[in-house]
């Protein structure tokens, strides 16, 4: 006489939104990971000079690398943005209210950004 | 003026060990009062339509922590979900998820009564225990209040996806409790060969689903994600810091 | 199958568990088992709310609890054991504050108290209104540190062993497989709690079925005061859940359809805005419902499907002390009733919920029958006598818990071997009973339900808050038809597994005995003390009834002097 093992279902993560934005989240990473291959290609395409750098410009402008950039790039977004929400909860300042540890790490992430854009447009 | 429904069919499994090979939902009408759970339901099925019935209850009013059960797809304390609520019907009512199931509603959590003791939810003090009490603030109390509030209900458990694929994994109640205490001012316990290891906190991939099922507030997500964020810090004065500047 | 333990605790709620750890530190070699119908953080102490009285705060003195748990019970208690209570109740505390009990604290970090109904000074420790679930689960979470106890979680004992006078352990069910068990025990500690559940409205949870008053009084030993019924005045109507009187200390107002404080017709003393201790609403449980019985009678109550109601009115209090105080009464206001008592009226009504009397034991929880102890709600020591205060259960079943633990450590020391055969000829024949006898009911005709109600009906109607002669007799005639009509309870499931439908015909058989018990105290009880309340005699009788009813199987009454010490009986005076 034993016990009902319960199966989980291979569609377990269809079954609720949370679980399905849950799965997306972790298949972030493959999108993060692209990212990162696509930033050395570059920085090896600057290496070996102008004529390199137009041809990774032309390649990446093409159809499929496009759309792949553009698809991650949600991706990308996805992970930043459930990331920080979770900041508030692993970091907990005393006296300080969980918004507001929220809206720092926006805040840093912004002011980030414009150092990098400036750096690189200027 | 339209007639109001005064009955609701409840879809309840069952499952008799020896008997079926795998479990049924059987459908039963009951009253469909205001004040009713759905435990409220299930007694009335007991008592006068079907004694053969299977499931746990005691307080029914969501301290006991007995009567979790899947109601409508969601992990819920079925003293503490209303018929109302699931008007005009059919309410399904099964086990709760990722438990081995004992029979028809009663579910086997022997497996976190393993796990429980692991994380020591008990107080470990260094030192002399003070002859009055210890002295805590209200401030100080409030640092660990919520993750008191455990009932061991087991809707955290059935909620999460990480359970269901890695039984391994300590799971949010345990790990919330092991935090109650770390987080209590009058503690000087270390968790964190048990905490921080594999089966610990890093499995833990935040779906979040059990700090939404918690019926008590006690957001075991945020528990787990705080004490990451602790075993990372120590781990990395492990590494940074000589032996004995460690704390 | 045979196990073996030197002692067994049937029962791991708070004094269940405070026992077993009280063995493991008297005696770290003996092998200590608790058995529990539920896992024991499942226990009715979870559902405990206002607190736990102990004194500590500066000005208070334990002679003040002392006199206020005296005349609270009507001066039906035990002035020894009393004294013993009152005097151990703070260390008790205290430990379970140094174990991690998040008690409520002022600002200066020293334990909060508050006041509560018949105590003369603040003295109820409490964790916000969820005393009971933190005192639970602390204890609860420290045995797990104490590896030496076994526990049997989910196992229902059905029968004490017992040869001689001499107690030899139990024979238990497990209810996952329908596994059989007789376990042998040099002592068996009794910490089932209450039997609410014999009423058909009650605070108790659903497990309050009174097993082990009924598994001692078949083992002989007598229970002691059972006429005494508590009713709690502030119950939620249709769910019978508590509403503490904690809302009453922290400033709550009992208001009839007038919303008149109504308690001041009542010689409860005057209303004034603040909380007067031992005045108005923070007057003895028996009193206020006694008064509510007496409103109803005038027409002064509220009408609901659920029987008459008045209010409790907490909305001067505000969100702020509501929420700080009692977040959980909130919090079932508004799931039970889907009312904000920030804003608004809650129902109430009295409620069965708890029981002064039990299995007779001595001040180191012993009873009559050798080996076997009892503490805890099971169990009358006694120090509630005819009406117990709140607040004091709660240290009452770790004084009392403790105690027992170290009697029964001491006890098993001292023992000479004895045989054991007769023990073993009784779990044989107890497994015979539990699978072939019981098979008759499968041919049962009667619903169990069906029985179970009519005696919970039975017991409202004939022993409620006020009883006379005729109510008890008819009553103890109709009990004695049910348990004939008990023979011919159906049991449907034939199933080895979690059968609840046979746990719940066990509990009826111990309810129907448990029932009949009361009955035939308060049938021979012809006087008026406390929650004893007889319309045909409605003095206090101190000449005749200064004394302890002991109801020895099957309901045959005597009576067992009080002990008094340093109070002489006098006029219970609340609110003057």
């Known amino acids: 006489m034993s016990a009902y093992r319960q199966p989980v279902s291979t569609f377990w993560w269809l079954h609720q939104w949370s679980y399905l934005l849950f799965v997306l989240r972790e298949l972030s990473s493959v999108f993060v990971a692209w990212f990162v291959v696509y930033l050395l290609l570059a920085v090896s395409a600057i290496a070996d000079g102008p004529a390199a750098y137009q041809d990774f410009v032309a390649w990446s402008g093409g159809g499929w690398v496009l759309v792949l950039n553009v698809v991650a790039l949600a991706f990308v977004l996805l992970h930043a943005v459930t990331w920080f929400a979770l900041a508030p909860k692993a970091m907990v300042v005393p006296h300080v209210p969980p918004w507001v540890v929220l809206v720092g790490h926006y805040l840093a992430w912004a002011v980030l950004s414009a150092a990098v854009a400036w750096l690189v447009l200027r | ?247 | 199958m045979t196990a073996f333990h030197n002692i067994v605790v049937v029962g791991g709620g708070g004094a269940g568990l405070r026992a077993a750890v009280a063995i493991a530190e008297a005696n770290p070699l003996l092998s200590v088992a608790i058995v529990s119908k539920v896992y024991p953080m499942r226990s009715h102490t979870v559902s405990a709310e206002g607190g736990a009285a102990a004194v500590i705060a500066e000005g208070d003195t334990i002679d003040e609890h002392a006199y206020d748990t005296v005349s609270g019970g009507d001066w039906l208690t035990d002035q020894d054991a009393v004294e013993a209570f009152v005097e151990e109740a703070p260390k008790e505390l205290l430990r379970l504050e140094h174990q991690g009990c998040p008690w409520s604290r002022r600002p200066d970090g020293h334990i909060a108290v508050r006041a509560f109904g018949g105590m003369k000074k603040k003295r109820t420790w409490f964790a916000a209104d969820k005393t009971g679930f933190h005192l639970l689960h602390t204890l609860f979470q420290t045995s797990l540190s104490c590896s030496d106890i076994v526990r049997y979680d989910e196992w229902f004992v059905t029968k004490l062993l017992s040869d001689e006078g001499r107690v030899h352990g139990v024979v238990a069910i497990e209810m996952a497989t329908g596994r059989i068990e007789t376990i042998i025990a040099n002592a068996v500690i009794v910490c089932t709690g209450g039997c609410g559940r014999v009423f058909p409205f009650t605070t108790n949870a659903n497990i309050k079925t009174g097993d082990g008053m009924a598994l001692a009084y078949r083992a002989g030993a007598p229970l002691k005061d059972m006429e005494f019924v508590q009713y709690h005045p502030t119950g939620l109507p249709f769910t019978g859940i508590l509403i503490t009187e904690a809302t009453r200390a922290e400033g709550g107002w009992l208001l009839n359809k007038d919303g008149y404080r109504y308690l001041q017709d009542y010689d409860l003393g005057k209303p004034t805005p603040e909380p007067v201790m031992r005045s108005m609403e923070l007057g003895p449980r028996d009193r206020l419902s006694q008064a509510f019985m007496h409103e109803h009678a005038k027409g002064r109550t509220i009408d609901t499907p659920y029987g008459p109601v008045v209010h409790l009115d907490l909305r001067h209090l505000g969100a702020q002390v509501i929420d700080t105080k009692l977040p959980f009464v909130r919090e079932l206001c508004s799931k039970y009733e889907r009312i904000d008592p920030v804003k608004e009226l809650i129902p109430v009504r009295p409620v069965v919920h708890y029981m002064m009397g039990g299995v007779h034991t001595d001040i180191n929880g012993a009873t009559p029958v050798e080996g076997l102890y009892a503490a805890g709600e099971v169990a009358c020591v006694s120090i509630n006598g005819a009406n117990r205060l709140g607040s004091n259960s709660l240290p009452e079943l770790l004084v009392f818990g403790a105690r027992a633990g170290q009697a029964a450590a001491e006890y098993v020391r001292t023992l000479q071997k004895g045989s054991t055969s007769a023990a073993y000829a009784q779990g044989r024949d107890e497994e015979r009973r539990l699978t072939k006898e019981l098979r008759k009911h499968d041919a049962g005709t009667e619903r169990i339900a069906d029985i179970r109600t009519e005696m919970q009906t039975t017991m409202e109607d004939g022993a409620g808050i006020y009883r006379d002669g005729d109510s008890l007799d008819k009553a103890f005639v109709k009990l004695h038809e049910l348990r004939e009509r008990f023979d011919r309870a159906a049991v449907d499931d034939h199933s080895t597994t979690f059968n609840t439908e046979l746990v719940a015909l066990l509990e009826l058989d111990f309810m129907l005995d448990i029932a009949q018990s009361i009955v035939a105290c308060a049938i021979k009880r012809t006087e008026s003390r406390g929650a004893h309340q007889r319309t045909d005699f409605p003095k206090r009788d101190d000449e005749k009834f200064l004394a302890h009813s002991l109801v020895h199987r099957p309901n045959k009454v005597e009576y067992l002097p009080v002990t008094i010490t340093r109070w002489p009986p006098g006029e219970r005076v609340y609110g003057r």
């Open chain 2, 1 to 247: 003026m339209a007639r109001k429904r005064t009955t609701i069919t409840m879809e309840v499994t069952r499952f008799r060990p020896g008997e079926d090979s795998e479990p049924t939902l059987q459908s039963y009408e009951v009253p469909l009062r205001k004040e009713w759970a759905v435990l409220d339901g299930l007694n009335h099925i007991k008592d006068h339509l079907d004694g053969t019935l299977s499931y746990r209850w005691s307080c029914r009013m969501g301290i006991c922590g007995s009567c979790g059960m899947t109601v409508n797809g969601k992990p819920q304390l079925s003293c503490a979900t209303f018929l109302v609520d699931y008007a005009p019907g059919p309410v399904r009512v099964e086990p709760l998820r990722n438990f081995p199931v004992i029979r028809d509603l009663v579910v086997d959590i022997s497996d976190f009564m393993t796990k429980l003791p692991k994380v020591k939810p008990w107080l470990i003090h260094e030192g002399e225990t003070p002859e009055g009490e210890f002295l805590q603030t209200p401030q100080e109390m409030d640092e660990y209040k919520k993750y008191s509030m455990c009932i061991n209900c087991m809707l955290c458990y059935s909620a999460c996806p990480v359970y269901a694929l890695e039984p391994e994994f300590l799971g949010p109640a345990a790990i919330a409790l092991g935090q109650r205490y770390n987080l209590d001012s009058r503690d000087d316990g270390d968790r964190r060969d048990v905490l921080a290891s594999a089966e610990g906190v890093w499995a833990c991939t935040f779906v979040g689903e059990c700090s939404t099922a918690c019926p008590k507030g006690v957001d075991p997500a945020g528990a787990i994600q705080r004490y990451k964020l602790t075993a990372a810090v120590a781990a990395l004065k492990d590494f940074l810091l000589p032996r004995g500047a460690r704390r």
